[in-house]
């Protein structure tokens, strides 16, 4: 079975920039969440999609992320202007269920770094 | 704000030996509780789940959970420098709620 897959693996930007990830999760996988993870500190959630829906942006920050989720499969996050705290690794994460018994399949990241 | 600590560590104990790596959390409702192992510059890992009270072992892993004192430990056994990594808890109250995660645990098994 082919995991989480998430592309590219590195990216480095200047501030203001924009930048675009990619994410398709595993075959099957109704549940879908972008994670930021700033070194040391553990993964922060961003957003979370069930199929083509949002469950949960409360921690996105809006005025310059956003994310999609289109067909309900693969899903982009963007971050537009970007600015030198994003730096991060950007984790996709998905999951056959959800509720009790939902266990977080992860991809390999994005390493971002934002000069 | 939901919240789980852990001790950052690093961690260092002898090869062979027993780690052991704790987390608190402070939302009483959760109901899941989860160990991610995570190598450095790879993602995380799921090595351990705990739903019930007690304890739950899976080869050389054994995860702790104590619902009254809001705690939950693994403990690695025979511990191995591959076992060398960050270790990060996670908890997820009830449907519909997120996986909040710790800082994680830094472990180093010196050979």
């Known amino acids: 079975e082919a995991g989480v897959a998430q592309s590219p693996r590195y990216k480095i930007i200047e501030k203001r920039q924009s930048v675009a990830f990619w994410c398709n999760p595993i075959s099957g996988h109704a549940t879908l969440y972008w994670y930021q993870q700033i070194l040391g500190q553990g993964p922060k959630l961003l957003i979370q999609f069930q199929n083509n829906g949002v469950v949960d942006d409360s921690q996105l920050p809006k005025d310059r992320f956003s994310a999609e989720r289109l067909k309900g499969v693969d899903s982009t996050l963007k971050i537009q202007p970007a600015k030198l705290e994003d730096s991060a690794v950007y984790l996709c994460a998905s999951s056959p269920i959800t509720g009790e018994n939902e266990k977080l399949f992860f991809g390999s990241g994005t390493q971002l770094s934002v000069l | 704000q939901k919240e789980v600590e852990q001790n950052s560590g690093p961690l260092s104990v002898p090869e062979g030996a027993i780690a052991s790596l704790n987390c608190t959390y402070s939302?009483?409702?959760?109901?899941?509780f989860f160990w991610y192992r995570q190598y450095s510059g790879k993602s995380p890992e799921l090595i351990m789940f705990i739903y019930s009270n007690g304890d739950k072992e899976d080869g050389r892993f054994t995860a702790q959970l104590n619902k009254a004192s809001q705690y939950v430990s693994l403990l690695i056994r025979d511990s191995q420098p591959s076992d060398s990594a960050t270790y990060l808890c996670?908890?997820?109250?009830?449907?519909?709620?997120?996986?909040?995660f710790g800082p994680g645990t830094r472990l180093s098994v010196l050979p």
């Open positions: 939302d009483r409702g959760s109901q899941s």
């Open positions: 996670a908890v997820k109250a009830n449907y519909g709620q997120n996986f909040v």
